[in-house]
Structures are given as structure tokens and as C-alpha cells.
């Protein structure tokens, strides 16, 4: 069946430091996959995406890996900083490409 | 350029009450999608809605319903409420058909007493 999930609910790192979320899902005819970030009170802001025919892909300090043989995302977060802290979902759309399909989310949190 | 916008951004309701949350979409955007998010959860997928239709809807009963607008906005009611429909109500946009990336409003906070 269709899911997603994270392998760890809550990650905390020091400020400078890289920041790596993991994340796997099922079903491997899963063509795009989102990250979002989604701070307290707020709703999830896009942060990168993802399709199947790419490996990585690369925006402002974030780096999204896709590994298709073992069914996993990463999202890397690099140089982090207080204001990345948050909940991170990964994100994929069902068979029918309507709707999104969230896992239970990571909690980063960054100390200075 | 304007994001998506949602209305109230909180509301309590009693109980077998009625409520109706309201989205408009991001400019250029024709799809709009509702999300029931519950505390600590991810977001769950109720129904879009493209071209005025509900194209595709989730685990949802039937006490949740919708409507898209000719100029793409949309409402989520929610009849009857039960104490377990208090959730964040997150609305999201995209343009078109197929696998676009939805951007989300801030939510409508429900809480049901």
C-alpha cells in the first residue's frame, strides 16, 4: 500500500552544523516526492521536490537525495541554523496524483 | 504575489454544529485541496477540487463537504461536528491536473467542545 514515513521522530543538532532527515516510503511507483517544513502554528511551506528519473537535487543549503532501489528520501540541511527548527514532513503523491500522502514528520531542533 | 489565504484562522464550535472554512487559492492556481491535520500528525487528505468538482476524496465521511468557486476559491463545511473533527484544516493549491506541487495556507484552527 501507499506510505511514508521517517525513521526518527525528533533530531536535534547545533547551530553550524549538517542536518540529515531520512525518510522511506513504499510504494515504488511513487513518481514525486515534496518536503516540506512546517513550523509551530504555521501550515507546511515547500521546501524542495523531487521526481523519479532524479537522483539528487540541490537549492539554497538543502539537498534532496532519492534512492529508488531501497526506497528512501533524505532531506540535508546544511550549515543549520535556530531558524530551521521545525517539523519536517516528506511527502508523496498517491496512485492517482491528487493527493498527498504525509508521514508522521521529523522535529528538528537546533541549539545555538 | 499573494499565497494562499484561509478564513477564520480559528474557530470554536460546539458540538452537532456546522462550520464552514473558507481558501482561497495562490494566484494562477486552479486546484485546491483540504487537509485535516490532527496534533502531532501529518496532514491527511480530504478531497480536491478542480474546475468547480471534487475530483478525488479521502477517508472521509460523508459530513464533510466542499465547493470550489468560478474564480477557483473554495469552502470545506463540516456538519454535525464531533469532538474529533478539532484539527488544523489546511487548504492547498496547485495548478492544474496531475503531479504539482501543493503549497499550503496557515490553516484554520478548530476546536470542538
Known amino acids: 500500500g501507499e506510505n511514508v514515513g521517517l525513521h526518527l521522530p525528533t533530531l536535534s543538532v547545533q547551530e553550524g552544523d549538517n542536518s540529515i532527515i531520512n525518510c522511506a516510503y513504499s510504494n515504488s511507483a511513487s513518481d514525486y516526492f515534496i518536503w516540506y517544513k512546517q513550523e509551530s502554528g504555521k501550515g507546511p511551506q515547500f521546501i524542495i521536490d523531487?521526481?523519479?528519473?532524479?537522483d539528487k537535487r540541490q537549492g539554497q543549503r538543502v539537498t534532496v537525495l532519492l534512492n529508488k532501489t531501497v526506497k528512501h528520501l533524505s532531506l540535508q540541511i546544511a550549515a543549520t541554523q535556530p531558524g530551521d527548527s521545525a517539523v519536517y514532513f516528506c511527502a508523496e503523491f498517491n496512485q492517482a496524483g491528487t493527493a498527498l500522502i504525509f508521514g508522521k514528520g521529523t522535529t528538528l531542533s537546533v541549539s545555538s | 504575489d499573494a499565497g494562499v489565504t484561509q478564513s477564520p484562522t480559528h474557530l470554536i464550535k460546539t458540538r452537532g454544529q456546522q462550520v464552514t472554512l473558507r481558501c482561497s487559492p495562490k494566484?494562477?492556481?486552479?486546484?485546491v485541496s483540504w487537509y485535516q491535520q490532527a496534533l502531532g500528525q501529518g496532514p491527511q487528505f480530504i478531497f480536491q477540487?478542480?474546475?468547480?468538482?471534487?475530483?478525488q476524496r479521502g477517508n472521509f465521511p460523508d459530513r464533510f463537504s466542499g465547493h470550489q468557486f468560478p474564480n477557483y476559491s473554495s469552502e470545506l463545511n463540516v456538519n454535525a461536528l464531533l469532538l474529533g473533527d478539532s484539527a488544523l484544516y489546511l487548504c492547498a493549491s496547485s495548478r492544474g491536473q496531475g503531479m504539482e506541487t501543493q503549497y499550503f495556507g496557515p490553516g484554520t484552527r478548530l476546536l470542538v467542545l
Open positions: 523531487i521526481r523519479s528519473n532524479m
Open positions: 494566484s494562477g492556481h486552479d486546484t
Open positions: 477540487y478542480y474546475e468547480e468538482e471534487e475530483r
